[in-house]
């Protein structure tokens, strides 16, 4: 084992942010640039995961690789010309085609690569590395973590879950590039909402969440608090603050919005 004298480790003094247009995630350092960041956005089914990884993938400058073991490339960008153009799914055929092609030609120039065939995550970790050695990727995200699949197998879900988390964790040290990983929820949270509308998610709530919590640096939880607001708890930051936030929702178009006056 080597050993270094502190004091003479080159550090980086102008780590910022990365651009995610999510107010809250950027005065928060939840997503940093050029840092090997493991954050899991967690959620129930509906309640705005996916739509925030589209969302952040789109106003994230440089190239993103967006891994969807769910959503079809289709939807992701039926979503994304939405979000472009502020139209509602039902009014984009109603478009000229010279408007629709303006959302198009904005998709196209954004760096955003999407892969839908579902891959183990051995496969998925090396083409990154391979793709990151040609063009580093500012961000890379994956939608969604329990339904990853592995060569090895495993007999339970959680030792599953926490290999997949080692090896993303250590994709992202070694590529220096942040990895927001998608997750699922189970229904507790929204069992001690009924009886409590005060509760507060914890990390439990998480489905498979011990390891999840181990390699995670950062941890946020969202929840569709009404048709019009999504509320994010930030569980756990190992660079920033522990504070919670809204966002508003706008449902037809795929979009959040930073609320005027939040963090």
Known sequence: MAFTTLGTIPVD????????????????????????????????????????????????????????????????????????????????????????????????????????????????????????????????????????????WFSRIQEKIGYCMKHLKHLANEIKTPILLLAQMNRSFEMRLTENPMAQPVMADIADAADIERWADAVAVLHKKSPEQIDVYVLKNRHGELKDFSLDFIGSQFRLVNQVGGL
């Open 13 to 152: 003094l102008s780590i910022r942010p990365l651009k995610t247009g999510i107010t809250g995630f950027e005065k928060l350092s939840i997503l940093r640039r050029n840092q090997g960041d493991l954050v899991v956005v967690a959620a129930r089914p509906g309640h705005g995961k996916s739509l925030m990884a589209t969302q952040i993938s789109l106003q994230t400058p440089g190239l993103v690789v967006f891994e969807s073991l769910e959503m079809s490339k289709e939807v992701f960008e039926l979503r994304a010309l939405c979000f472009e153009l502020k139209v509602g799914s039902q009014e984009l055929e109603y478009l000229e085609p010279k408007a629709l092609q303006t959302g198009k030609d904005r998709l196209a120039s954004r760096e955003v690569i999407i892969a839908d065939t579902p891959q183990p995550i051995e496969t998925m970790v090396d083409e990154i590395r391979q793709l990151a050695k040609q063009t580093k990727p500012e961000l890379i995200v994956i939608d969604y973590a329990q339904i990853i699949t592995t060569i090895t």
